[in-house]
């Protein structure tokens, strides 16, 4: 059978089931999830409607599924990707990469979970190279535990849905000014998270001084049923006001939050750091986190002039 590509802006509900079940099938081959939280939450509720869908399919069925996002105007289109298990080994991995290739004016970055071989060596092949990569850190929540020692004047507090959003985005958007794919959220991203059935708000840390949130540690619980393994925290993301970095306000957060972890009976916490971001690693590291696994970009950069 031949296969053929489609460009959408939007998926209709049974496109959307199809890949679903295409992002299942890889996960239980490869052990990891191909397509990031973002990229669900787009499938599922939409999203930045320059944003685009790219389907492959052998004959009827969907063999490959790739998504394109504009993301940052500066740095590029960046794009996530995934071939049906029993489709690999026939050449679409390499037909749907050129279509997001061409499709993306030959400017990518592309992410790879798991850091799979199969996957730098499509990527190569393309002509991307490797230029970032995110760890993912793990520690076990039976280890000793610090307690979360403030700093002097900072309360905490949980977050009050309906009430804390516009604060809590203007401190997430100077806690990451310098990283766009966290510190562009906008009220529909924050507000799509909290109708996940994990959002849970008595794990949302808000730090206080006077009235103002000078810093947060939101936490997440992954499900067995979705993720095929037993529950597990994580600290989802982990926020400092500039005006509060090097009072302790970061590792404060980052304790309490593990401290509420392990009161749920977890026994294990994990997190994503940047490779580069050194310093927030030797913080995690001295809180017993220690690198598990590895996600991968890969990007390409059109000819000058192009």
């Known amino acids: ?34 397509l990031n939280e973002h990229v669900m939450l787009h499938l599922r509720y939409g999203g930045d409607p320059r944003a685009r869908s790219v389907l492959l399919r052998d004959g009827e069925s969907l063999a490959g599924y790739a998504h ?25 991995g390499g037909r749907l990469l050129r279509a997001v290739l061409d499709l993306a004016g030959g400017r990518l970055r592309l992410w790879a979970h798991g850091d799979h071989e199969a996957a730098g060596a499509l990527a190569t092949s393309q002509g991307l190279r490797r230029v970032r990569s995110l760890w993912q850190m793990r520690r076990s929540l039976f280890a000793p535990l610090d307690p979360c020692a403030l700093p002097d004047g900072v309360r905490l507090r949980t977050f009050t849905p309906g009430q804390d959003e516009e604060a809590w985005l203007k401190v997430n958007a100077a806690a990451f000014a310098h990283h766009p794919e966290q510190g562009a959220w906008t009220l529909d991203d924050l507000r799509q998270r909290e109708a996940e059935p994990w959002f849970d708000p008595a794990g949302f840390f808000l730090a206080v001084r006077g009235e103002r949130i000078v810093g947060f540690h939101w ?47 977890l026994a294990q916490a994990m997190l994503y750091v940047d490779e580069a971001n050194t310093a927030a690693i030797r913080l995690y590291g001295s809180l017993g986190f220690n690198r598990w696994d590895v996600d991968v970009m890969y990007a390409a950069v059109p000819p000058a002039g192009a």
């Open 219 to 265: 936490t997440k619980i992954h499900g067995s049923s979705e993720h095929g393994h037993e529950p597990l925290g994580e600290v989802y993301v982990v926020g400092v006001d500039p005006s509060q970095q090097g009072t302790g306000l970061g590792r404060a957060l980052t304790l309490a939050g593990l401290n509420h972890l392990r009161s749920r009976g």
């Open 68 to 92: 394109v996002d504009p993301t940052d105007e500066v740095e590029g289109p960046s794009g996530e990707l995934v071939v049906h298990p029993s489709f690999r080994r026939r050449g679409h």
């Open 1 to 34: 059978m031949t296969a053929h590509v489609k460009i959408e802006q939007r998926l209709d509900d049974q496109e959307i089931a199809e890949v679903l079940r295409l992002v299942e099938a890889a996960t239980q081959a490869d052990g990891v999830r191909p």
